[in-house]
C-alpha cells in the first residue's frame, strides 16, 4: 500500500507572473525530461526511488515520483494540468506496480536508443 507525500514535487510548476505561456510549457517541459531521465537512471540500476510513474488520464497523464520504497511513498508531479489519479488508486499501488513501470521504461530506453540519464 502506497502512501502520497503531502507536498507536490519540488519546483516551480506553475505558470510564473509575466511569462509567455510557450516560455512556461518549455520550462516544464524540460522540468519533466530531467526527472524522467533520473528515472532511466533508477530503473536501469534497479532502484525504486526516483521511478516516474505515469498514469493515463483523460487528455494527458498524471506523474508521480517514487519517493521511498519502504514504505513506499510517492509524490505528485504538477506537469501540465496536474492531473492526478484518485487516492484509492495511489494507495493501491504496490512495489510491484513500480518495478513494472520501470521494466517498461528500460524497454522503452533500449528501443529508443536513450542512454541512461540522457535527456
Do not use: N
Not at 507572473?17 to 528515472?39: F, G, H, I, V
Not at 496536474?82 to 520501470?102: E, F, K, N, S, Y
Amino acid at each position: 500500500m502506497a502512501m502520497l507525500s503531502k507536498s507536490p514535487c519540488p519546483g516551480d510548476w506553475a505558470q510564473l507572473p509575466d511569462e509567455k505561456l510557450d516560455d512556461y510549457l518549455k520550462r516544464t517541459e524540460a522540468m519533466l525530461q530531467r526527472l524522467l531521465a533520473k528515472s532511466r537512471e533508477a530503473a536501469a540500476d534497479g532502484k525504486a526511488a526516483g521511478i516516474v510513474l505515469q498514469f493515463p488520464v483523460a487528455d494527458g497523464r498524471a506523474y508521480y515520483v517514487v519517493m521511498r520504497e519502504k514504505p513506499l511513498t510517492v509524490q505528485h508531479i504538477p506537469f501540465g494540468d496536474g492531473w492526478r489519479i484518485p487516492p484509492a488508486h495511489v494507495r493501491g499501488l504496490t512495489l510491484r506496480d513500480v518495478r513494472d513501470q520501470a521494466r517498461w521504461i528500460c524497454l522503452e530506453a533500449e528501443l529508443t536508443g536513450t542512454k541512461r540519464g540522457e535527456d
